[in-house]
């Protein structure tokens, strides 16, 4: 039984229709520290109990993990849920901290049967290229992706870290249903040309760590003195040393915007990222990720908040005082290519 609180919308012209708040499930087996089965397993029922329709993992998450995590809860809620999983990051059995990126037929085709294995199903609803190889045209890697489609093995396409002129070039291919990158309070480079291209393409976006990795939440202040040993945020610019500290700063005025709200810190950057839909005319659905059932009664509760113009404002100039990069290494992102 659920007490759906959220509206939808809907990805893309043709695509399903979902909660405009989805849940990002990489922290349930990898990236962010210790984990916490069953907590996970308590956040994936009271997110659907709340609207929560759209689930995203990868196959690089824990090197298929994540997916198996996921399996028996998809299971459960087959017809409830929208599965999202990804595409492209290839691992090397020699050394499993590597990410190679690959486009190529003959791997999309080996990841998309291994990704139904692992999740135990028939079809994938959205099936993203997770990050772009740029030796590989795109045409030819959406073509491929389009006869999954026409396979029925794969429903929807989806991209990942895209340019707007990759996202048009692949529109030509087939339709595309959702770009998924990067956007928040810290992260605002793809509204230059990525954003524009998806809303004249009737393309839903799906902002993923909206939060900023959990620093817009003010839940940590220095990823290399807050966070355990095995969290990635440790290796990330924004999160360390002098970046760290001059990034803390810019939250002063999101906790002023919050406490005009009774809210969290993290709700205000959640809302602000909710009101992108209104602001660029397009659909947006954010996926923050938690593993705690509070913390995601707390993120949708942010879909309720209303922010002003003068709240908007107070926020607007953020984004251009961040120091440090998203990742140290930018080329695997659409501003890298831009």
Not at 102 to 116: C, F, K, T
Not at 186 to 205: H, K, M, Q
């Amino acid at each position: 039984m659920t007490d759906h609180t959220l509206p939808t919308a809907r990805l893309g012209d043709g695509g399903p229709e979902v909660g405009v708040q989805g849940l990002g499930c990489m922290g349930m087996s990898f990236a962010y520290g210790p984990t916490d089965a069953d907590a996970s397993r308590a956040t994936l029922e009271r997110a659907l109990a709340l609207g929560v329709t759209l689930y995203d993992t990868a196959d690089a998450y824990g090197a298929g993990e994540n997916e198996r995590f996921l399996s028996p809860f998809f299971k459960a809620h087959r017809d409830e849920v929208v599965i999202a999983t990804k595409f492209a990051l290839s691992i090397p059995p020699d050394d499993p901290t590597k990410r190679i990126i690959r486009n190529d037929e003959p791997y999309i085709r080996q990841a998309v049967e291994a990704s139904l294995r692992r999740l135990d199903v028939d079809v994938i609803d959205l099936y993203y290229m997770h990050r772009r190889d740029p030796d590989v045209p795109i045409e030819e890697t959406v073509a491929v992706m389009a006869d999954l489609v026409r396979e029925g093995k794969v429903k929807h396409l989806g991209l990942s870290e895209v340019t707007g002129d990759e996202l048009r070039a692949a529109q030509g291919v087939h339709p595309i249903a959702a770009v998924q990158s990067e956007w928040s309070l810290f992260s605002r480079d793809i509204e230059a040309g990525v954003v524009p291209a998806a809303r004249e393409l009737g393309v839903a976006l799906v902002p993923y760590s909206p939060l900023g990795r959990g620093f817009l939440t003010g839940s940590f202040a220095d990823a290399e003195k807050d966070l355990t040993a095995g969290d990635f945020r440790r290796q990330q610019p924004r999160f360390t040393g002098d970046n760290a500290t001059a990034n803390a700063a810019l939250l002063a005025p999101v906790r002023t915007v919050a406490e005009a709200h009774g809210a969290t810190l993290g709700q205000i950057a959640l809302a602000w990222a909710q009101q992108r839909a209104r602001v660029h005319g397009l659909p947006v659905i954010p996926i923050p990720g938690t593993r705690k059932p509070a913390r995601v009664e707390e993120n949708t509760a942010a879909t309720r908040i209303v922010l002003t113009e003068e709240e908007l404002s107070l926020l607007e100039p953020i984004a251009g005082k961040v120091a440090g990069d998203r990742y140290a290494d930018m080329t695997f992102t659409s501003a890298g290519r831009e």
